[in-house]
């Protein structure tokens, strides 16, 4: 049930990313494994807290960090 | 002249001597079209998070480098066709006013 605690984490007002004053890298993997599930699937915005722009942004480095093997694109 | 970043993913059975010659060739390819490497970071090996190319791990580094953009054509046309690089991933650095934290 790790997919639903997850959904249920109470919400952020605050972006991370904004209150930090950080961008998403794709190098700083901690930091992404954050932002994605068990599975490597993405968290929806509603889970993260995130604004719409740092969102964006932190699916770009996802998907780059997934491309050079940083990241899994499905894990089991 | 433009920012760009570069990671390699480097077979892990390389030697120490054929990695740096490996890196050698591809600082050579920047300093001869009058760029210049600002930063270098040597990752080490560290496990794919999945198998690429029959590998379950790479070395990893780093080149931080401003260059022509003119070069670039180039650069990636020599990356791909060097079989000890399993991967790479190009990237356009934009002037950021906020500095990403260093990994």
Known sequence: ??????????????????????????????????????????????ATGNCARHQRTLAIAVKRAREIGLLPYVAK | MR??????AINPQLEDKELDSL??????????AKGEITKKNKWGKRKLAYEIKDFTEAIYVVLNFNVDEKIIAELERVIKLEERVIRYLLTLQEKLKIQNKDS
């Open chain 2, 3 to 8: 920012s760009y970043e570069i990671m390699l």
């Open chain 2, 23 to 32: 890196l050698d060739k591809v600082k050579k390819l920047i300093t001869d």
């Open chain 1, 1 to 46: 049930m790790t997919r639903f605690n997850s959904f249920r984490k109470p919400i952020r007002k605050v972006c991370l990313f904004c209150k930090d004053k950080i961008l998403a890298d794709y190098k700083d993997i901690d930091l992404l494994r954050k932002f994605i599930t068990e599975q490597g699937k993405m968290l929806p915005r509603r």
